[in-house]
């Protein structure tokens, strides 16, 4: 299994924008599809975005319109550019690859 690494949550104010990252640290990597998830306290994780190894990408109704997932082969890495963030967007952010690694969250808050 790959190991995941994700970064670049932290406080953003409504309205604001955030970068995540997952870094993937396996040779396999560009194989994989990759996905981004989220888990708000006291509700079940939920998925965002989908991102194939050819680099085509669906929604979550959630993310449609703010979220672009993307990736980068040659970093071995997957992003997520969150615009537009709501209260509502709060949560622990996790990447997972199609092969069934997590990586341990990050936590994203969305507050003034």
């Known amino acids: 299994q790959e190991q995941l690494v994700e970064s670049g949550g932290g406080l953003v104010q409504p309205g604001g924008s955030l970068r995540l990252s997952c870094a993937a640290s396996g040779s396999r990597y560009r194989v994989y599809d990759m996905s981004w998830y989220r888990q708000a306290p006291g509700k079940q994780r939920e998925w965002i975005a989908h991102?194939?190894?050819?680099?085509?990408?669906n929604y979550g109704d959630s993310a449609k319109g703010r979220f672009t997932i993307s990736r980068d082969n040659a970093k071995n890495t997957v992003y997520l550019q969150m615009n537009s963030l709501k209260p509502e967007d709060t949560a622990v952010y996790y990447c997972?690859?199609?092969?069934?690694?997590w990586g341990q969250g990050t936590q994203v808050t969305v507050s003034s």
């Open positions: 997972r690859g199609s092969e069934g690694s």
């Open positions: 991102i194939t190894s050819g680099g085509g990408t």
